[in-house]
C-alpha cells in the first residue's frame, strides 16, 4: 500500500513537471535557449551550461521533490527534428 | 485500461510530442523530459545526465547506432527503471555523449510494447495506454 501510495505521489510529481513544460516551453525557449535549467515548485531555479553543473547545485541544496532539470533547445531545434 | 493523458508542447504553434518521465538511477528518481519518438530504436539519453547523477553509465553495453547522417554514434545501453504516469517498469535506456539533438529521445524498445501510444495532434495530446 505504501508502494503504491509512493507511485502516485509521484506519478502527480511528473505530471506538474509536464504540465509546467506545456505551460513555459515557449518562454524558456526565448529566455534561455541551450541552457539548462531547473525547475522547483513552479519556478525556474538554477540556469546553467550542463546538466552535470546543475544537479551538482540540486545535490548542494537537497531539494524535495527532486527539480526537473531540462535542455532547453533551441527554435530551430524544433524545427530540425527528424 | 489506466489512460495516462499528456499535452504536447506547442512552440510558436509547433507541436512537440515532448512529456516528463521518471528514471531510477542508483536509489534517487529524477524527472526528465523525452521527446516521444517512434524511429529511435532505444531510449536515448544524454550522457551529461548521468554524469550529473553521478551514474557509472560507461559500465553499461556499448553499441553503435546509426543516425539521420549516416554515421554511427556510441550508446551505453541499461537496464533501468523508468516511471510514465504512475507506471514503473525496467527499460532500456541508453547514454551517448554524440546524442547529435537537443533533445532525450523515448524510443521503442520497451516502451512501445508496454504501452499503446497515441498521437492526437488535433486534440493536443499523447495518451498512453496500459
Not at chain 2, 523508468?82 to 524498445?109: H, T
Request: with cysteine; glycine share 8%.
Amino acid at each position: 500500500m505504501r508502494r503504491h501510495e509512493e507511485r502516485r505521489m509521484e506519478a502527480i510529481v511528473l505530471q506538474e513537471y509536464d504540465e509546467w513544460l506545456a505551460e513555459h516551453l515557449e518562454e524558456l525557449i526565448s529566455q534561455y535557449p541551450s541552457k539548462v535549467v531547473a525547475v522547483h515548485l513552479g519556478q525556474v531555479v538554477y540556469i546553467g551550461d550542463s546538466e552535470a553543473e546543475v544537479y551538482q547545485w540540486v545535490r548542494q541544496r537537497g531539494l524535495t521533490p527532486m527539480p526537473l532539470v531540462f535542455r532547453v533547445p533551441q527554435q530551430e531545434d524544433l524545427e530540425a527534428i527528424l | 485500461m489506466p489512460l495516462h493523458v499528456f499535452r504536447y508542447k506547442s512552440v510558436q504553434g509547433r507541436l512537440a510530442p515532448m512529456i516528463t518521465v521518471g528514471l531510477r538511477l542508483d536509489e534517487t528518481w529524477y524527472p526528465i523530459g523525452v521527446y516521444v519518438d517512434s524511429g529511435a530504436a532505444y531510449t536515448l539519453l544524454h550522457a551529461d545526465i548521468a554524469r550529473g547523477a553521478g551514474f557509472a553509465y560507461r559500465a553499461g553495453s556499448l553499441i553503435y547506432l546509426q543516425v539521420g547522417d549516416g554515421s554511427f554514434i556510441p550508446v551505453y545501453l541499461h537496464d533501468l527503471e523508468l516511471q510514465i504516469g504512475p507506471e514503473r517498469f525496467v527499460a532500456k535506456v541508453g547514454f551517448s555523449e554524440r546524442l547529435g539533438v537537443a533533445f532525450n529521445l523515448l524510443g521503442r524498445e520497451s516502451i512501445f510494447s508496454r504501452f499503446t501510444i497515441c498521437f492526437q495532434e488535433r486534440q493536443r495530446i499523447l495518451t498512453f495506454e496500459t
